[in-house]
Nanobody, 126 residues
Framework: VQLQAFGGGLVQAGGSLRLSCAASGRTFSNYGMGWFRQAPGKECEFVAAINWSGSNPYYATSVKGRFAISRDNAKNTVYLHMKTLKPEDTAVYYC????????????????????WGQGTQVTVSS
């Protein structure tokens, strides 16, 4: 299984970015996907997740209302649409795929995901 995340960059506070994560090597439409992030000196934290069908998106409180996760099963791709970005959103963002198909719980736990992308840097300037 390979996950390739891209779309990060440098943006001013209040701006927007869209991250993409392309998956291969697994029947993508059977598995939930998640986005996590890690800022320098901080632990990896959950950002957003979506189940295999694209319903029931789930968000961290810190990004709810600003970020939106979506997926295109025909393209084996999951997206993270980020708006109203803040300097505290600065981090390396990782996509990950669930280890079990048709799972619909425990989205925030990193050990529920068995493959991770390489990460894409998002930097928000004030």
């Amino acid at each position: 299984v390979q996950l390739q995340a891209f779309g990060g960059g440098l943006v001013q506070a209040g701006g927007s970015l869209r991250l993409s994560c392309a998956a291969s090597g697994r029947t993508f439409s059977n598995y939930g996907m998640g986005w996590f992030r890690q800022a320098p000196g901080k632990e990896c934290e959950f950002v957003a997740a979506i189940n295999w069908s694209g319903s029931n998106p789930y968000y961290a409180t810190s990004v709810k209302g600003r970020f939106a996760i979506s997926r295109d099963n025909a393209k084996n791709t999951v997206y993270l649409h980020m708006k109203t970005l803040k300097p505290e959103d600065t981090a390396v963002y990782y996509c990950a795929i669930r280890g079990s198909p048709y799972s619909n719980s425990d989205y925030t736990r990193t050990n529920m995901y068995d493959f991770w992308g390489q990460g894409t840097q998002v930097t928000v300037s004030s």
